[in-house]
């Protein structure tokens, strides 16, 4: 079992950058990997970004491309979404979630997940 926590949501302006971070305890944490995905008032729950085990691998949606980085610290048992150049369509719940084999982009592919974090993004 993984309990994962999310933290750092708020209300921002469109073009402000936040950082969302994610504690993780229960496993060992190093063995997973992690991802993100947000979920939008009346929008299915969409992948955001991904990091393998490790670190060495990061996968991103499209949409969040060279504004958005993903990272972790296994010594702290930590994941990291910094997001750059908000826009007012990025407002949602973002989930952290913790996936035992490759990272995937779907929701069945994870095996744990956090209670989410609201973002606002605001004009």
């Keep these: 079992q993984v309990q994962l926590v999310e933290s750092g949501g708020g ?3 469109a073009g402000d950058s936040l950082r969302l971070s994610c504690a ?3 496993r060992t944490f190093s063995n997973y990997a992690m991802g993100w995905f ?3 008032p009346g929008k299915e729950r ?3 970004a991904a990091i393998t085990e490790g ?3 990061t996968y991103y949606a499209d949409s969040v491309k060279g504004r958005f980085t993903i990272s972790r ?3 702290k048992n930590m994941v990291y979404l910094q997001m750059n150049i908000l826009k007012l369509e990025e407002t949602a719940v973002y989930y952290c979630a913790a996936d035992s084999s490759l990272p995937g982009t779907l929701q069945y592919e994870y095996d744990y997940w956090g209670q ?3 973002v606002t993004v605001s004009s």
Excluded: H, K
């Design 73 to 75: 610290d296994d010594a």
């Design 46 to 48: 969409e992948f955001v």
């Design 116 to 118: 989410g974090t609201q």
């Design 24 to 26: 993780a305890s229960g």
């Design 55 to 57: 670190g060495g691998v």
């Design 38 to 40: 947000r979920q939008a």
């Design 11 to 13: 209300l921002v302006q």
